[in-house]
């Protein structure tokens, strides 16, 4: 099965600067790549995903980039926030026809902003 | 407006008293799947329905099981809680076809005293 590595497992930068959290992933097959955000004591929420069709993708301050060579894709938020404080889930899943597609998660960034 | 909603949002049983936690979904969506979400961990995937079709996850312990009645609702049993179990359970609903994003309901914090 699919296997998720993430790093850093916490992350502190200044308010303003750029945060990186890595990922890697095992299975070859896997051409979906979300990324969830978790704030304390709430639901996971989708930011942005990319598929494997697609090397790079922004949204706003959010960028997602994808190396499927490599088997790794890594989430950028620059000009950091407050708001921003959160901790950030990476997954991988792989394709279907059937619309069950399963997640595997890596195991999280607690990512701090300091102000 | 809510999309994915579970009751209760707190909880509290005592060791080996059974529990049903509940999610519903507005959004009509084929696939619900339920999650076990421990401090600082990532969720980690029970079992999910595809429609009615039931899916395990091979290390999901027999003390917990799930019925789906219809589209709308799914519903997560603990036959016999232990103190291990205490944890978030989410529950969340994707789309059928060419659509990958879960959408996540609040959680139920659940407590084995």
């Known amino acids: 099965g699919e296997n998720v590595e993430q790093h850093p497992s916490t992350l502190s930068v200044q308010e303003g600067d750029s945060a990186v959290i890595k990922c890697t992933y095992s299975d070859s097959a896997s051409n979906y790549f979300p990324w969830y955000k978790q704030e304390l004591g709430k639901r996971p929420q989708l930011i942005i995903d990319?598929?494997?069709?697609?090397g790079e993708k922004k949204d706003q301050r959010i960028a997602v980039t994808l190396n499927k060579t490599a088997k790794h894709f890594s989430l950028h938020i620059t000009e950091t926030q407050p708001e921003d404080s959160a901790v950030y889930f990476c997954?991988?899943?792989?394709?279907?026809?059937?619309?069950?597609?399963?997640?595997?998660f890596g195991t999280g960034t607690r990512l701090t902003i300091i102000p | 407006d809510a999309m994915v909603i579970q009751n209760p949002r707190y909880q509290v049983t005592q060791f080996g008293k059974p529990v049903t936690l509940s999610c519903s979904q507005t959004?009509?969506?084929?696939?619900m799947y339920w999650y076990q979400q421990k401090s600082s961990q990532a969720p980690k995937l029970l079992f999910h329905y595809y429609d009615k079709d039931f899916n395990n996850e091979a290390d999901t312990p027999d003390n917990f099981q799930s019925r789906r009645p219809n589209t709308s609702f799914c519903f997560l049993d603990i036959r016999s809680p232990g103190l291990g179990d205490a944890a978030m359970y989410l529950c969340?609903?994707?789309?059928?076809?060419?659509?990958?994003?879960?959408?996540f309901g609040p959680g139920t914090r659940l407590t084995v005293t």
């Open positions: 990319i598929r494997s069709n697609v």
């Open positions: 969340a609903t994707s789309r059928e076809e060419n659509s990958y994003e879960q959408y």
């Open positions: 997954a991988a899943s792989p394709a279907s026809n059937f619309g069950n597609e399963k997640l595997t």
């Open positions: 959004l009509n969506h084929n696939v």
